[in-house]
């Protein structure tokens, strides 16, 4: 696998949307790319990054209270 | 595409956008609303809200989405595939109501795909275009909200489901009604653009050098 090859491949990586073959694959270049093992961490840093940022925060309790009531 | 997440035609269909009161519809079956189906869907509520905050970027709007979600919810549960994914079938509600009451319907693939093709192998090409991952640990989580609010409607959605709420591919296509190549477009744009983003309020907040920044 070459580097473009790789990076053709890496947000499915990332996202963990590869077969065990073509992960298995992918490993084996990063282990032996730094540029490329460098921009995975990158890619995954941001994942992680977006998903922890957007995940804080709660519905208002008068949302919850009002859908209790429609729901049930 | 109704096996996989129980998304049904029938939830997704254009007429569905003027939503009724629950009271004048017979299918809600109100004596019995008091059930797992309730309780489950109300168990995504925070995480519906936030979705709605990131998709309408206005607390007052996100309620109403949210309401009204719940709302089509409960219309249409028998839509519903007791055991599938119940968290996607909301989605696919808000995310169509979304479309329909805040932007005029549903969206056609615009511009925005044109050149999906486009490889991530450039911005390799170019180490300034990206942010080093300590600089991003600098930035502070009010930026990284604001760089996924300023992000294109059809770019927000998708990372607010595969990275945000960690939807698979095939998941996040049936909800957004897309093949999984134009997800996984729409995913690599929208984190070009994200990149782009936090590189350069680092930038202009100084947690990095001009020789450090973005090139163009």
Same mark, same amino acid.
């Given at each position: 696998?070459?580097?473009? %090859?790789?990076?053709? =491949? &890496? @947000?499915?990586?990332?996202? +963990? ?14 282990e032996a790319?730094?540029?490329? %093992?460098?921009?995975? =961490? &990158? @890619?995954l840093?941001?994942? +992680? ?6 995940e ?6 008068h949302?919850?209270?009002?859908l ?5 | ?33 008091s ?5 489950e ?48 079938w909301?989605f ?7 479309w ?23 911005t390799?090409k ?23 609010e ?52 680092a ?7 001009g020789?450090?920044g973005?090139?163009?």
């Amino acid at each position: 696998m070459n580097c473009r %090859e790789c990076e053709e =491949r &890496l @947000q499915s990586y990332v996202d +963990r949307e590869l077969s065990e073959q073509e992960l298995l694959e992918v490993q084996r270049h990063l282990e032996a790319c730094p540029p490329c %093992e460098n921009h995975f =961490r &990158l @890619q995954l840093h941001l994942k +992680r990054l977006v998903k922890v940022c957007c995940e804080s925060g709660q519905a208002p309790a008068h949302l919850r209270a009002k859908l209790r009531q429609i729901l049930f | 595409m109704a096996v996989g997440i129980g998304v049904s035609v029938a939830v997704l269909e254009p007429g569905m956008a003027t939503m009724v009161a629950v009271a004048d519809d017979p299918g809600s079956e109100r004596g019995a609303q008091s059930d797992d189906f309730a309780e489950e869907a109300i168990g995504y509520l925070d995480t519906l809200y936030r979705g709605a905050l990131r998709l309408t970027r206005d607390p007052a709007q996100a309620e109403d989405l949210v309401q009204d979600t719940y709302l089509r919810a409960l219309r249409y549960r028998h839509s519903y595939q007791s055991g599938t994914n119940m968290k996607a079938w909301l989605f696919a509600i808000m995310r169509n109501l979304f479309w329909d009451r805040f932007k005029g319907g549903r969206p056609e693939d615009v511009s925005l795909d044109g050149d999906a093709e486009a490889s991530l192998y450039d911005t390799l090409k170019d180490p300034t275009a990206m942010p080093e991952a300590d600089v991003l640990d600098r930035i502070a989580a009010d930026e990284v909200v604001r760089a996924v609010e300023q992000l294109p409607e059809l770019h927000r959605e998708v990372v607010l489901l595969v990275d945000v709420e960690g939807f698979s591919y095939k998941d996040a296509a049936e909800v957004l009604q897309v093949p999984i190549g134009t997800v996984m477009s729409r995913l690599h744009r929208a984190r070009r653009q994200l990149q782009r983003s936090l590189q350069d309020y680092a930038r202009e907040a100084g947690i990095v050098h001009g020789e450090q920044g973005r090139a163009g």
